[in-house]
């Protein structure tokens, strides 16, 4: 392929992008000569002697980095969901320079002098709300990395953010590797007892597409959680948990020298900036403020949810009848849910065929928002994904790629990742992935309620996005404070418990019927079980989090992955094995520069704002236009263009209640 400026379709990115054109000998030569140009146009900026203006000074630095954010982001997102060993090596050359272009961009002398010139002249009094605020919030941000630090202190932190994204990024690789090394294939079919008829399919299909007999079992979630959840086997339930909690714990892929690396370099930078921890300087500009407040309001869920899990623990103990191991909780959780609700989730799936659900919950989103999805036909990274236009009426919002199913050269998880934030009449552009069930044979991909919630989550997250309104990109669509970015997203996965929204989406896939009114009442009143094991899990994890980057220190001889266990002990329903090392492999915290690092407390903040948020729809009407309306105007597309507890406040009339949140967990 043509790599010049004229032929390498990453220098000059416009919807709709030309996945078919992109490849891997075009990421270095692309990301090259963008940071050049980006960094020549940010000089220019800085060496200016005339009047300044928003234009010429913020305005101008959103339009200097704009190619080169789309470029990265496309690569970034190619390299997690169409990873190969050429993208592989190139990404690793081609991100250290992204990484260093940000991180120096603060530490511009010129730069920062110009904008703080501008922001004492006449004319910044008269900025706009929204661009009065974009130019507090650069300023605060390039103080928070550095501008005001000495020259050899810039010359540190730019070290140190390089190495960051390196380190980084390899233990991501090393993850997605760990788990493609491991497969597990088993002959005898009698040691399968237990496992759904589609998981099993699934498992023969698995094994055929590699050449081998039986059936084979890998850890990507649609084999291993059916597996965990359903198999009689215990031996095999134990080789399968421990094959995925030591993932990445050893040998070629061993994530463990990484993980105290990373912590060292965090805490290395928060001191060069003047903060006491890693977590301060993570939730000084979120809702939190402080990893104090967010120690405390861990602890203030904890202490509310202590009582029921104790109980749940005691409850399935004595219904297994024999002191529980980790790989039999989710089992025998399974069996006193099917015992005590005479309901098992296997019975929904087939009431929840992807295309039904798919075009049920666009029917949602077109009831509360107004919007629709048409099908288009767009180049894509793989022939499974599916190209829509997202449309309000006659106006194209975004162009939307949904990319559900797991590939060996995709990172696990699911995601949703804004690819171009549109201004100024440009459209969005965004990805939803995941990794959900697959169709075997001739039989549609049947999901999980679980995998459905999912569905609607990350598609909460491209409404946040797509939206969006803002016209200062650095403001628009998800960037926004991360214990506020999951509220738009988690809300949705109320609609998968209501009937009417249910019946949009759940038909069985053979007959067309909806799920039977006894079923679904078993479902609900299911729907709290075992949910104080749930939470405390959580809570575990953030706990686990903050604690890594306040608590820890990571030049001591303290092995953070004994650590880790440690903590978790304490959060989960069976005592953990020494061979537990589940962070070797714990992306959210690992897997980037920052990612939810010291902010993994966002989920169960965001899940107190969704749950006070939802209860306005359950009053005044689960599709209400008019709360739609207002959940639309009042926050989604308001992105960071005011501050998000005013926006709340906004759309609820008073300031967020936790009661909600501990009512629908039934621990009210």
Known sequence: MDTSRQGNPLLALTPPFDFSQISAEGVVPAITALTEAARQAVNEIANQQAELSYESTLGALEAATYQLEKAAMVCEHLEGAANSPELREAWGVAQPMVSAFWSELPLHEGLYQVLSRFSASSAAKDLTPVRSRHLEKTLDEFRRHGAELSPEGKKKLTELDVEL???TTKFSQNVLDATNAFELTIEDETRLTGLPPLAKQAARASAEAKGLSGYRFTLHAPSLIPALTYLEDRSLRETLYRAHNERAASGEFDNRPLIRQILSLRKQRAELLGFATFGDLVTQDRMAKSSSRARAFVEQLREKTKASFAEDKATLSQFAGFPLMPWDVAF???RLRRERFDFDEEQLRPYLPLETVLSGAFATFERLYGVTFEPADLPTWDRSVRPYLLKDGAELLAHVYVDLFPRENKTQGAWMAPLQTGVEGQPH???VAANFTP???????LLTHREVETLFHELGHLMHQCLSKVPVRRLAGTNVAWDFVELPSQIMENWTWERAAID???????????IPEELFEKMVRARTYRAASVQMQQL???????????SFDPESSEDPVERARSILAEHVTAPLPLSFAMIASFGHLFGSAVGYAGGY???KWAEVLDADAFDRFKS?????REVGQAFRDGLLSQGDAADPEALFRGFRGRDPDVKPLLTRLGLA
């Open 332 to 334: 025998q959780s399974e």
């Open 540 to 550: 575990g994890y953030a706990e686990l989090d903050l604690q890594l980057h306040t």
């Open 504 to 514: 949009l989406f759940a038909r069985h896939h053979e007959t067309g019927a909806t």
């Open 429 to 431: 552009v965004a990805v």
């Open 601 to 603: 407390y966002s989920y």
């Open 165 to 167: 994204s390196r380190l």
């Open 439 to 445: 169709p075997v044979g001739n039989t549609a991909a």
């Open 620 to 624: 005044e009407g689960l599709f209400s």
